[in-house]
């Protein structure tokens, strides 16, 4: 089984280097093929994997396997070694399976780019560092993953690089995850201060002997690199930056790889945040606040593939909601029916924004669904999950998180609650403002040019494209039955023993309770949406210029996270470099003898140009003489 | 009966001075590398006699190392030679003291 584990991990890496190797020999389809390919051999390694490990007793699904030491210094030492039990298998299912259909995805969605095996290889790359992440077993292998995910982000979001915009959101996502990483970094330095070692096991062991303060530190920087990975408030505003790559990397970041990373590390680190309940209560603040801020300002947004990266901004918010309360299993539930409708509703929009050539502007759109039937359809389930409807696969696993909250019933459990449900009203509501202002209502004048003349060439879509949209609809419509409240229990029996201190985990009653009121709640706000969005009359409109006007203008600026930080960093740093270049250097330093320095080496330079004549015997002499001298002196001083 | 350890480092030492010599007094390449590959056989007598005093074989691991080092300096030196042979330049060391062209 660890030989397996051991495979899906090189795999990837293997075809970026077969892909890097081959190049232009291999033709585009060729590249696609084999990148797909490799992934599919990856998630059938690590589906029987999974399997193998399922057939084990309970106390035997933890598999800690160590290849080879890595870094050893005295009692100190590294190992690459893998850490494969419940939580690493639904990783390593999400990300090759999910990135699978991506990757199939991207076959037809990059046909004619003349850089498409550049994409195909960067991708594999992705997948490598996200099963790197999950898969170590101590922190620095960790942190290794971490930092390739954030590399093969930057490359892949910045990957037009004839786009100026894309190449600043490339940096800009870049430089946030630089100030996750630090945060990451920091707080294995505390850990390892405080408890010699970097291993995950001695760490767990362990964590009982620090105190709550230490515990706290250190848990509280480990957030602030999950919260940067995971786009999270504060450190979020990269996320609907990187909507300028390619939109099979959008729908790779936000289901498979990248922003899950930081639930997983929460999940993972469970022993460890047991003994910092300030921490857990601060993850649930936040993602409460942000899961409400982001599920608005999606309501605003124009651009189709930025209102469902708001929407996964808050998805992400539900989930860290879910470890903040302890229902581990909730928040990772939520990650693994995230990634199906997720991903099925990024290569959906990528499937209109084909349709359109490119048009990602939903107010050039509407009308499609007389078009575009069979993405209609998928949208749809894609929607329904989204939006939390009983019985689609978002409703249970978000609301096995919110009933968390009703069950732990402290005052973070009713903020998370109450929140919760909040947000899931703004997510039908901008869910289906999407789908009722790109498959209702009047076509635009833009899409009634060019989508019939799309559809006559080619169909909705290339098959490659069209299939993994199929399959991700089955699982997002139905991956939510592992886990029907008081039925089937598979999810929170497979994932009970990743915390040795338990979780929580709500009543049968309190489940259906919230699954009731979930649902209608989502209801409601499809019929808002409905109501605003659908009919003939500008509702919307009236109140976007009327009585919502300053909330409308502020979501539309995404609450000025932006300005802030402009404000904060980049204005001051922009002020000090002006000062120094106009005071500083232009006046100040005219008037210091600062040629000096330039003369005085260059008079250096030539004192030694005698020696330096390049006559090799010289060079040896005076080589000879000076190990001479130094043997001498050693004899003469007698030692 | 083997001889003691003085005579070795002896041998050695004249070896050494002579590659010093060779080394510093010649002019030509090819003799300079040979004067180089004799006062490397010289440390790497003196590694090995060490060796056998003390009893260890770390001595002679380092003898090993070095003879293979010194097969890889010599195959650059060569071909540096037989390069600047087929350009026709002159074999002298005092001559050749640009590095440019």
Redo the contacts between chains.
């Keep these: 089984m660890s030989e397996l584990v051991w495979i899906t991990l090189a795999l990837p890496l293997i075809g970026v280097a077969l892909l890097a190797i081959l190049g232009t020999k291999l033709p585009e389809r060729g590249a696609g093929l084999l990148a797909s390919l490799i992934m599919l051999a990856a998630f059938a390694c690590a589906a029987i994997a999974t399997i193998m490990l399922a057939l084990r007793p309970t106390e035997e699904r933890q598999v800690v396997e160590l290849a080879w030491t890595w870094l050893s210094a005295g009692d100190f030492s590294v190992g690459l070694d893998f850490w494969f039990d419940q939580l690493t298998a639904v990783m390593l299912l999400v990300i090759t399976g999910v990135g699978f259909l991506i990757h199939v995805y991207s076959i037809g969605y990059m046909k004619g780019d003349p850089q498409a095996r550049r994409f195909m290889a960067y991708m594999n790359l992705f997948i490598f560092s996200m099963l790197l992440l999950v898969l170590s077993a101590n922190f620095v292998l960790l942190l290794v993953g971490w930092g390739l995910v954030g590399l093969s982000s930057y490359l892949l979001i910045g990957f037009w690089h004839h786009k100026p915009k894309a190449i600043k959101a490339a940096k800009k996502a870049f430089i946030m995850n630089a100030v996750g990483d630090v945060g990451l970094v920091l707080g294995i330095f505390v850990l390892f201060v405080n408890l010699n070692t970097v291993s995950y096991s001695g760490v767990f062991a362990a964590a009982g002997e620090l105190s709550e303060t230490q515990a706290s530190i250190a848990g509280l920087l480990l957030l602030v690199g999950a919260l940067a990975k995971s786009a999270q408030l504060p450190l979020h505003t990269w996320l609907p930056d990187a909507m300028e790559g390619p939109t099979p990397i959008s729908a790779l970041i936000h289901a498979a790889t990248m922003v899950t990373a930081g639930v997983y590390l929460i999940a993972r680190m469970n022993p460890l945040y047991f003994y910092a309940p300030k921490v857990l209560a601060l993850i649930v603040i936040i993602g409460v606040v942000g899961l409400l801020m982001s599920g608005a300002i999606a309501i605003v947004q124009t651009d189709i593939k930025r209102i469902i990266a708001f929407s996964t901004m808050s998805q992400i918010a539900y989930m860290f909601v879910g470890v903040g309360l302890s229902a581990y299993w909730a928040g990772i539930f939520h990650l693994f029916t995230h990634a199906f409708f997720k991903a099925l509703l990024f290569l959906g929009a990528g499937l209109v924004i084909h349709a359109l050539h490119g048009e990602q502007d939903i107010r050039n759109m509407g009308g499609l669904r007389k078009q575009l039937p069979k993405i209609y359809f998928c949208m749809i389930i894609g929607a329904l999950a989204l939006s939390g409807i009983f019985p689609f696969s978002g409703g249970f696993s978000k609301d096995a998180i919110l009933a968390a909250g009703l069950h732990v019933g402290t005052t973070i459990g009713w903020i998370a609650y109450i929140g919760g449900l909040l947000g899931a009203l703004l997510t039908g509501i901008y869910t289906f403002r999407l789908i009722f202002k790109v498959f209702h209502g009047r076509p635009s004048p833009y899409a009634e040019k060019v989508v019939p003349d799309a559809v006559k060439h080619h169909g909705e879509g290339p098959s490659s494209m069209l299939w993994p949209v199929y399959i991700l609809s089955i699982g997002a419509a139905f991956a939510g039955l592992l886990q029907i409240p008081g039925v089937t229990h598979v999810v929170t029996s497979w994932l009970e023993p990743i915390a040795p201190n338990g979780m929580v985990e709500a009543t049968v009653g309190q489940d259906w309770l919230t699954t009731l009121i979930g649902s209608v709640i989502g209801l409601v706000g499809i019929a808002i949406a409905y109501h605003l969005y659908a009919r003939e009359s500008d509702a919307a409109e009236t109140i976007r210029l009327g009585r919502g006007r300053l909330i409308a203008v502020a979501l539309e600026h995404r609450c000025y996270w932006d300005e802030l930080y402009a404000w904060m960093f980049e204005r001051p740093a922009q002020w000090g470099a002006a000062f120094l270049n106009r005071d500083v250097d232009r006046t100040a330093f005219r008037w210091l003898p600062l040629d000096g320095v330039g003369t005085f080496t260059a008079f250096l330079g030539r004192s030694f140009v005698v020696i330096e004549?390049?006559?090799?015997?010289m060079y040896?002499?005076v080589f000879?003489l000076g190990i001479g001298a130094i043997l001498l002196y050693l004899l003469v001083r007698g030692t | 009966m083997t001889p003691a350890l003085p005579l070795y480092l002896a041998v050695s030492g004249i070896l050494f001075a002579i590659g010093?010599a060779g080394?510093?007094?010649r002019?030509s390449p090819l003799t300079?590398l040979l004067s180089l590959e004799i006062m490397l056989n010289s440390v790497n007598l003196t590694l090995v006699a060490f060796s056998r005093q003390v009893g260890g074989s770390d001595g002679q691991v380092f003898a090993l190392v070095v003879i293979g080092i010194a097969a890889a300096e010599v195959v650059i030196g060569l071909g540096l030679v037989i390069a600047m042979t087929r350009r026709q330049m002159v074999l002298d060391?005092?001559e050749?003291?640009?590095?440019s062209g």
């Design positions: 004549n390049g006559v090799v015997r040896a002499l000879a | 010093l080394v510093l007094l002019r300079i060391t005092d050749l003291r640009t590095l």
